[in-house]
């Protein structure tokens, strides 16, 4: 028998085995009114109610719906209350400007937008048929209404469709299927051990690649999810101790936020032997993973990913064979982007770029055919990442292709160079980047961000002779007060080289 993988499973089956249980504990303090802590039967009526209400505009199956938002049990229900019956979810980032979100709206011919109150101006200007700001729930659900059923459910239809956080060309917009989404999220929950009992708090922004499938998976597994609207260090670790956190996802920046909260935090840190933290979307730095165990004893996991492969390529977990290792070969270990996840392939080509084949792959990039064919040429997605698989069959990143460093010939890993920096105390953080140089052609310069205790240049160089081979170790250090980043935790160095360029 066949029966197609839809979204919609995921919540219908929660508010089929848990309809009393809490499903979302919202944002208390938000600009709009709170929807408070709905059960799965509750959810699951919001869904409705916001299908039905799509229904009355007549939004059709495959129509875009946006949503510009912070993480919001609003957002939340549109994972289903869009693409539950047959339209396409587009979550914009709520960071991006005016113009940004113009380009993603008229891009992705969504006929109906809904902003967060904070993003309310935005609506202002766009050409759009429907607009409505969160919060003024009329809009967004039609209660005690029942929406047209999906009439043909088809697991190879768009759910959702992301743009890229850009690092530097527009955004191009990522067609991600029900079959692409349904198999993300149940690996990501295999992988990660997901259950019922699991609390997961979304310091991960929900729009960001649908929050990496964890909105679908902990629905399905009938788990709790906790509204996270702002990252902050502190206030993370207090939603872990006030509601039992056990799972949470972020970017490597949010790591660094928690460990320097916990170096502030009086008693014991909530979570220990408890919480998992799962790592993705820029290479978390050897010394940030050791301190995630040493000073929160939380477990650290590793995923590698993107937008494009929803994301799930592979998976870094500790493995039975690593118990009784070195902390510090733990993390070395635990450092490598992983192995490949069930049912995805990996591989690395002639020039060192890593390709993946899998069901989570993208169906396409949105009206763009061409760009499209390119990138899954030869029947695997290329992921634009250099890297290589070590002799144990690990994935370890080197660098996005764009930024490999070329000094004297050789090739240097930022990525590499980054890694050993970060592992000086007085380092925060650090980008490293090549600048245009008549000797070497490019200059391998780190900019870095230190905690203020007046470490030199001679002592990082110092730092780094002993642990790299001389042509990765910086010719130039610059100390400066911050990194540019994205929304997603990406460093933006094609900014940073901006100011070294050569015309
Ligand atoms: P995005 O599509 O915004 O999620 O960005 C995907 C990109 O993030 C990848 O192509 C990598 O360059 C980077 N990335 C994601 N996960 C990792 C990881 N574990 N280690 C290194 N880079 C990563």
Known sequence: M?????????????????????????????????LGEPTYRQLAALARAQAAALDRLDVPVGGRVAVVS????????SFFGVSGW?????????????PEIEYIVRHSGASVVYADPSRAEVLDTLDVKHKFVLGDDEDLFLHGTE??????????ATASVNYTSGTTARPKGVQLTHRNLWLNSAVFGLHTTISDRD??????????????????????????HIVLRQIDG?????????????????????????????????GEIPGRDRVRIVCAGAPPPTRTIERVTAELGWEFIQIYGLTETSPLVTVNRG????????????????????VPALGVRVDVDVDGEVLTASNHNLDGYWEQPEETAKAQAGGWFHTGDGGYLDDEGYLVISDRKKDVIISGGENVSS??????????????????????????????????????????????TAHCRTRLAGFKTPKRIDFVESLPRTATGKLQKFKLREPFRRD
């Open 319 to 338: 493995r039975a064979e690593w118990d009784g290792l070195e902390p510090a070969e733990r993390a070395r270990r635990l450092g490598r982007a992983g």
């Open 2 to 34: 066949y029966y197609p993988l839809t979204v919609r499973d995921f919540l219908d089956r929660a508010a089929h085995a848990y309809p009393d249980r809490v499903a979302v504990v919202d944002e208390p303090e938000q600009p709009g009114p709170s």
């Open 234 to 266: 502190a206030e993370i670790l207090r939603r872990v101790e006030r509601h039992g956190v056990t799972l949470m996802c972020a970017a490597p920046a949010v790591l660094n936020a928690v460990l320097d909260a916990a170096a502030d935090w009086q």
């Open 70 to 77: 912070q993480n919001s049990a609003r957002l939340l229900t």
């Open 415 to 460: 990525i590499e160079v980054e890694d050993v920096i970060t592992s000086h105390p007085a380092v925060r953080e650090v980008a490293v980047i090549g600048i245009p140089d008549a000797k070497w052609g490019e200059l391998v310069t780190a900019l870095v961000v230190t905690d203020g205790s007046g470490v030199t240049a001679e002592e990082l």
């Open 199 to 224: 609390v997961y708090l979304h310091t991960l922004p929900m729009f960001h690649a649908n929050g990496w499938g964890m909105p679908y998976g902990i629905t399905g597994v009938g788990g709790r």
């Open 147 to 156: 929406p047209r059923e999906w009439a043909e459910p088809d697991e190879g």
């Open 86 to 98: 047959g339209r396409v979810l587009v979550p914009v980032n709520f960071r991006l400007t005016g």
